[in-house]
């Protein structure tokens, strides 16, 4: 083991500084109680001296009782003020908090052009807003801002700025790559300087403007950091800080420092959903290592090898970090995605199985007419399960015929739908707020009486594409539908060159998926019956 690593995540504070992320201090509460459970050593909760919903967060967080340390940040003192002057230190102090972080400047250019004071007067900054905190007893962390930037261009200047905050008596000497401009070789080599002439905890502070802030992360830490600063999904100021959910496991997994215990890492990717739905902040599918697609498999010869030993095409186990192996099928597909498919829904499927190959061609064939099955699993199910006999027709469609009307200034949509249900014919009519809405309900209406269960279900997410655009209205559209029934959500696809068809098609397959349940049991109870097996 290489020795041990405190994690700091400020997913709260400079997570906030990120174009699009917003947190209510319910959220706070929200995310700092899953950060906890995380395992992180710090929890930075944001600004006191900023806003009066910071404020409210550190008076609502003490009553969690976290095992992480909170801390409040801040900056200096202001030039030429006493720091009992200031108003943003004494924000953070009245907040109760154990700890604090302040930003202090460490690059003389800076200090000139933002600040506009004297390379002394910052020092002394520097070292008056420490020993005031260090006078309540608080744990201090000095993030030194511009760091990197500010060593290159004077580095006795960037040294004196490090020795004046631990003269004052912080705690931990972080080293910030502000500006994220700095590479992986920089970084080894002054951080490793800074240990040469320092004999203090350092920490490092990275920014992802070269995409490079795990990678800076990692050769700080070689080079002797032990307090890694970061964020939840890499979130913060312009292209965000360094992303927690990466380097925690490289750390951990590829380089032996240990961060958090194993269990508590098997919690990485539903931390990271967690704060990106709170964050209402879209997760890129590729997302190293938490991603959905980070451990999917589409290519043939990718999922033919990865039945045989998963390692050939995983350079972890996904449980390892709690995301899981998924098989994608389309058209890229061979043999083995259908079979590795076909095997988690307990289908008996073979390289030797008759059906194996016609269902890929089916599959190739679909995709070409504009199917897209990588994302619509319930419509694949229910296509693997056609092709081995496991599905009985839930109703027949007779005739449907649609409604739109504008009237009085308002748009009106109504459905009338002909099923055949077990030999009988329903009839119904519903109105809706668009015609796929109308159809919909008149589905429904009709199906309700023989399968009650889909009253429980419904459409969350409607999403049309124009497959050939070039093709103008004679284009294809494909239509996907996410449907709920709360427990479980499932996606479906319907393809046509008319809306309302594609729709149809995608709305039919939802309710057929959420009634195979009842199906799967009903074929079950026949098996059983057939092995002569007692149902109970
Ligand atoms: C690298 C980082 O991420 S640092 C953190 C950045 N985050 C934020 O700024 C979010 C929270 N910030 C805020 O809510 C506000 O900016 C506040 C409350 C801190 C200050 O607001 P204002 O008083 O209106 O000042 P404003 O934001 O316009 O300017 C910043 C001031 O802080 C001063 N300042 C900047 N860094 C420091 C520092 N390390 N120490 C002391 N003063 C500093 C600037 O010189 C400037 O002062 P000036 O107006 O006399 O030139
Ligand atoms: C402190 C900080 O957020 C930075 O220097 O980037």
Redesign the pocket.
Known sequence: MAGGIYVFDTTLR?GT?GEGISLSADDKIKIARKLDKLGVHYIEGG?P???NKDIEFFKRVKELKLNAKLTAFG?????NIAVEQDG?LQRIVESGVPAATL???AWDFHVHT???TTLEENLS?IYDSFAYLKQYGMEAIYDA?HFFDGFKNNPDYALAALRKAHEAGADWLVLCD?NGGTLPNEIRDIVARVRNELNAPIGIHTHNDCELAVANTLAAVQAGATQIQGTINGYG?RCGNANLCSIIPNLQLKMQYHCIADEQMQQLTSVARYVSEIANAHMPVGQPFVGSAAFAHKGGIHVSAVMKDSKTYEHIAPELVGNKQRVLVSELAGQSNIISKAQEMGLDVNANNEHTKSIIDKIKDLEHQGYQFEGADASLELLLREAFGQTKEIFRLESFKMLVEKSAGQMMSEAIVKVNVDGQTVYTAAEGNGPVNALDNALRKALVQFYPDIMGVVLSDYKVRVIDEKDATAAKVRVMIESTDFDNTWSTVGVSDNIIEASWEALVDSIRYALLGSEKQESEQATRGQLGLVNH
Not at 75 to 79: A, F, I, P
């Open positions: 400079d500084q600004n001296g900023s806003n900056s200096t003192r202001r030039k943003n930003v202090g400047k933002a600040l506009q900054m801002e502000t100021e």
